[in-house]
């Protein structure tokens, strides 16, 4: 007869692996996204849109895999007098490790925690003269929030909150919407 101790880590070693023989498996989305980038020295924030593929495998019904890759679709400006600010998402991608509660078959909220790395091209213009153009690359640990809601079958959407990158001089968020299917 074995110890306690070893039959609960035994039972919950078996119900882990049911739960992931019965996972939902590969998953693939899109996302469009209002970035936000909070500029610290200048107390801005300029407002840049993207598209973000998202490509993933549920291991279990409460953890996935997944990886992303975006762009951006247009750039945000700002001008004070003669001066004009311009931001543009170059580009994203990383890879993250996501926790959800399943409720009900049909939404599933989640917890996202990961690596990103994001390239942007910020220009600065003054009387309508590029006065510089920097292109930064810059990679940071990334979290957020969101939910996955079913619509018909293997197709559904969602809707999230991301903090991409914490730096000491700025911030990079987004808020995203987008279509989902599993396999």
Not at 121 to 145: C, K, Q
């Amino acid at each position: 007869m074995q110890p306690p101790l070893t039959r609960n880590l035994t039972a919950a070693l078996l119900a882990a692996s049911c739960s992931a023989a019965n996972a939902a498996g590969p998953f693939v989305g899109l996302n469009y996204s209002q970035y936000e980038l909070d500029i610290d020295a200048a107390n801005e924030s300029l407002t840049p849109t993207g598209a973000t593929v998202r490509a993933g495998a549920e291991l279990s019904d409460i953890f996935a895999l997944e990886v992303r890759a975006g762009t951006g679709l247009e750039a945000d400006t700002r001008s004070s007098g003669l001066n004009t600010a311009e931001f543009e998402m170059d580009r994203l991608y990383g890879g993250y490790f996501r926790m959800s509660v399943p409720i009900a078959d049909v939404f599933r909220p989640y917890a996202i925690l990961g690596y990103s790395e994001s390239r942007g091209t910020t220009s600065i213009r003054s009387g309508g003269v590029l006065v510089s153009r920097s292109t930064d690359t810059a990679g940071d640990e990334s979290y957020g929030v969101g939910v996955d809601a079913s619509l018909a079958g293997a197709i559904g959407f969602n809707v999230e909150y991301m903090r991409y990158l914490d730096k000491d001089d700025y911030d990079l968020n987004a808020i995203s919407v987008g279509i989902r299917s599993a396999f």
